[in-house]
C-alpha cells in the first residue's frame, strides 16, 4: 500500500527567504506525484504533478519539485518566499496501473511567511 | 465555469439530525469522491464514485451514505448527525480514475459543526 509523509507539520520562513517543503512516499512502483495548495477557507488546488519524463517539474507561483526515485522523494522548493505564500500544502500520490487508483495524500504542511 | 460546486457552504447540526452535503460538477468527470478534513489528520476519504451508479467506500465511510445517480452529482448524507462529525468536508472530482495522473478538482469546502 501507497503511503506519503510529510515532513513538518509547519514550516516557517522569512519574506524572500527559500521555501522547502519536503514529501516522501512509499510505494511498490513510482507513482503519479502532486503537490496540492489550500489557501485560508478555500479548497485545494493542484500547484503541481509529476506523470513521466523530466524529473524537475515546474508548477504555478514559481513552486518547483523534483522527483528523485532513489530517495522516494518529492520535495516542493521556492527560491524566495513571498507573503501570498502562506497556505497549507499537500502532498499527494496515486499508483500507476496495477495499484490502487485512490490517491493517497500526506497530512499536510502550513507554510508561515514573516515579513 | 463552475467547476465543482457544493452546498451549504457553513451549516449547524443538532446531535441525530440528518442532512445532505451536495456536490454537483460540470465537466463531466467520471471520478467524485468526498474527504472530510480535520486539524492534523490532513484529508480523509469517505466515499468514491468511478461512475453513475457505482459507489464505494473510502477509510472513514461509517456514518456517512453516498448515491451516484448522474454523472454530475455526488450527495452525501450524514445519517444521524454525532459531535464526531463536525469537520470541513470537500467534494472532488477528476476526468477518470487517478491513477491515471489526472488531477482531482475540489469544491471550496463544507463547514459542518455538529452540537
Known amino acids: 500500500a501507497q503511503s506519503v509523509t510529510q515532513l513538518g507539520s509547519h514550516v516557517s520562513v522569512s519574506e524572500g527567504a527559500l521555501v522547502l517543503l519536503r514529501c516522501n512516499y512509499s510505494?511498490?512502483?513510482?507513482?503519479?506525484l502532486f503537490w496540492y495548495v489550500q489557501y485560508p477557507n478555500q479548497g485545494l488546488q493542484l500547484l503541481l504533478k509529476?506523470?513521466?519524463?523530466?524529473?524537475l517539474v515546474k508548477g504555478i507561483n514559481g513552486f518547483e519539485a523534483e522527483f528523485k526515485k532513489s530517495e522516494t522523494s518529492f520535495h516542493l522548493t521556492k527560491p524566495s518566499a513571498h507573503m501570498s505564500d502562506a497556505a497549507e500544502y499537500f502532498c499527494a500520490v496515486s499508483d500507476r496501473e496495477g495499484g490502487s487508483y485512490i490517491p493517497t495524500f500526506g497530512r499536510g504542511t502550513s507554510l508561515i511567511v514573516h515579513p | 465555469n463552475a467547476g465543482v460546486t457544493q452546498t451549504p457552504k457553513f451549516q449547524v447540526l443538532k446531535t441525530g439530525q440528518s442532512m445532505t452535503l451536495q456536490c454537483a460538477q460540470d465537466?463531466?468527470?467520471?471520478?467524485m469522491s468526498w474527504y472530510r478534513q480535520d486539524p492534523g489528520m490532513g484529508l480523509r476519504l469517505i466515499h468514491y464514485?468511478?461512475?453513475?451508479?457505482?459507489?464505494d467506500q473510502g477509510e472513514v465511510p461509517n456514518g456517512y451514505n453516498v448515491s451516484r445517480s448522474t454523472t454530475e452529482d455526488f450527495p452525501l448524507r450524514l445519517l444521524s448527525a454525532a459531535p464526531s462529525q463536525t469537520s470541513v468536508y470537500f467534494c472532488?472530482?477528476?476526468?477518470?480514475?487517478?491513477?491515471?495522473?489526472?488531477?482531482?478538482?475540489f469544491g471550496e469546502g463544507s463547514w459542518l459543526t455538529v452540537v
Open positions: 464514485s468511478v461512475g453513475a451508479g457505482i459507489t
Open positions: 465537466m463531466n468527470h467520471e471520478y
Open positions: 509529476y506523470t513521466t519524463g523530466a524529473t
Open positions: 510505494s511498490s512502483v513510482p507513482p503519479y
Open positions: 472532488a472530482s477528476s476526468y477518470s480514475r487517478p491513477y491515471s495522473g489526472n488531477t482531482i478538482y
